[in-house]
C-alpha cells in the first residue's frame, strides 16, 4: 500500500469554481502534512503546511483529519493560474512521501 | 538571494557513463535530499543528508552515490549500475532533520541513451 494516495484527476473547472481535493496517508503516527503545487516540468512549491486545526490562506483551505487519515485542499474562485498539479506530502520520523499530485485544469 | 541551486538543468549522457549532478543551497539548512520524479509518479527518495559527513539511504538508492562534505553542498552520482537513469532530479533542503517543510531547487532533467 502507498504512503499517500490521491486521485489523479485531471479536474476540469471554469474559473470561479470551488474546487477540492482528497489525499489519503497510511502511517497514523504521521507528523506533519504539506500541500504543494507543481507546474508543468518546474520543481513543486510549497503551497501551504497543513494543521490540525485547519488552515486558511487567502483562496485555499487546509483540513487534517487524523481519525480517518486524510487531508484536503479547498479552492475557491479558481483562477486560470491555479491550473498546475498539487502534490500531498506527508512527514513520518523525518522522512517526506510525496502523493503522484492531482491535476487541476481551469478554464476560461 | 537564498535559493537551492541545480546545475545543469538539462544533461545528456551515454550508457554505462557515471554522471554528477550539483545541488547546492545558501539558506543555512542542515538537511538535504535527492528525489527523482518519472511521469506521472511522486517524487520517490534517493538520499537524505541530515549533516555534514552524514547521509542515508532512501527508498531507491542502488545505482546512486551521494557526498556531504559542505553543509551547502550534497552533489549526487548516478552510476552506470542505475538501470532507468533517465529522470527529473530534484535536490531539496529542510532548515534541519525534523518535520518541516521542504524546498525545492529547480531541478536536472537527465536524460541517458
Known amino acids: 500500500r502507498k504512503e499517500v494516495e490521491q486521485d489523479p484527476g485531471p479536474f476540469n473547472v471554469p474559473e470561479g469554481a470551488t474546487v477540492a481535493f482528497n489525499c489519503t496517508y497510511s502511517n497514523s503516527a504521521s507528523q506533519s502534512f504539506f500541500w504543494y503545487r507543481q507546474d508543468c516540468r518546474k520543481e513543486p512549491k510549497l503551497l501551504m503546511s497543513?494543521?490540525?486545526s485547519g488552515n486558511e490562506d487567502g483562496r485555499f483551505t487546509a483540513q487534517l483529519n487524523r481519525a480517518s487519515q486524510y487531508i484536503s485542499l479547498l479552492i475557491r474562485d479558481s483562477k486560470l493560474s491555479d491550473s498546475a498539479t498539487y502534490l500531498c506530502?506527508?512527514?513520518?520520523?523525518?522522512?517526506?512521501?510525496f502523493g503522484s499530485g492531482t491535476k487541476l485544469n481551469v478554464k476560461p | 538571494d537564498g535559493g537551492i541551486t541545480q546545475s545543469p538543468k538539462y544533461l545528456f549522457r551515454k550508457e554505462g557513463q557515471n554522471v554528477t549532478l550539483s545541488c547546492e543551497q545558501n539558506l543555512n539548512h542542515d538537511a538535504m535530499y535527492w528525489y527523482r520524479q518519472d511521469p506521472g509518479q511522486g517524487l520517490r527518495l534517493i538520499y537524505y543528508s541530515q549533516i555534514v559527513n552524514d547521509f542515508q539511504k532512501g527508498d531507491i538508492a542502488e545505482g546512486y552515490s551521494v557526498s556531504r562534505e559542505k553543509k551547502e553542498s550534497f552533489p549526487l552520482t548516478v552510476t552506470s549500475a542505475q538501470k532507468n537513469p533517465t529522470a527529473f532530479y530534484l535536490c531539496?533542503?529542510?532548515?534541519?532533520?525534523?518535520?518541516?517543510?521542504?524546498?525545492f531547487g529547480p531541478g536536472t532533467r537527465l536524460t541517458v541513451t
Open positions: 531539496a533542503s529542510s532548515i534541519d532533520q525534523g518535520a518541516r517543510e521542504q524546498y
Open positions: 506530502v506527508v512527514n513520518n520520523f523525518n522522512k517526506f512521501y
Open positions: 497543513v494543521y490540525s
